[in-house]
């Protein structure tokens, strides 16, 4: 029905301008990510292998929790893991999957982010954790996604990318950025030598200052 596939039409909007972003800033290859956001009546989610610049309002799909889905389109065959942080993560609205080249890299690896720079914070604790691979699209990726997730907002997936939550797109994207570029530096910092990694004092310490610290409510000025 047109006027249900027209519902939350700014919001679907939002979700494509900001896919396009993924890809206009080089965090994400082709059509390899996906996102998607809290509505009243379950999540809104980008639909599976279609170009991002093809995308019209009504091609993002609209889905319940139980899994069902309408519209035309099919969901990203990622929707387990979105359905089930959004279930989960009541904080949560929004949900970004990258394979972002230098996140994706360490998560090849089969290796976190540790606190080798103070800004590992951002993701909420003292590493960026790596889950372990499981096959894309099933219930125990998403299992695993959601145990590294585990009072964080940011975490790697072993072989395949990374996953950020926030309270909205905005929010989420600007993580996106900072985990990407903090795995980039972790990355570099591995090619000379051993990183120092700061203590769980000192991130909680971090985490403290981030609460009071003006700026750091809002997304930083590289993102947005
Ligand atoms: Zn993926």
Redesign the pocket.
């Known amino acids: 029905m047109a006027a249900s596939r027209l519902a939350h039409r700014a919001l679907r909007q939002d979700i494509i301008a900001t896919a396009r972003r993924m890809n206009a800033l080089g965090i994400n290859q082709g059509k ?2 996906n996102l998607s956001h809290r509505i009243p009546e379950g999540f809104l989610v980008t639909p599976t292998g279609m170009a991002y610049e093809r995308l019209k309002p009504a091609d993002i799909v609209a889905m319940r929790f139980d899994g069902s889905h309408r519209g035309t389109r099919l969901p990203s065959s ?1 929707w387990r893991f979105h359905r089930d942080i959004l279930a989960a993560r009541p904080e949560t609205n929004a949900v970004i ?1 990258t ?1 972002a080249m230098f996140a994706t890299t360490l998560a090849c690896l089969g290796r976190e982010i540790p606190a080798f720079h103070y800004m590992v914070a951002v993701a909420g604790g003292d590493s960026i954790r790596c889950a372990p691979y499981a096959t ?1 699209g099933t219930e125990k990726l998403s299992r695993h996604a959601l145990a590294a997730l585990e009072g964080r907002k940011a975490c790697l997936l072993a072989n ?2 990374m996953i950020v939550v926030g309270p909205n797109l905005k929010k989420a994207m600007w993580l996106a950025v900072e985990v990407e570029t903090l795995a980039a530096q972790y990355w570099r910092a591995l090619q000379v030598g051993k990183p120092r990694i700061l203590s769980k004092a000192e991130i909680d310490r971090v985490i403290d200052k981030f609460k009071t610290y003006g700026q750091a409510k809002e997304p930083a000025p590289a993102c947005c």
């Open positions: 390899s990510g990622e999957h394979h894309f395949h990318g």
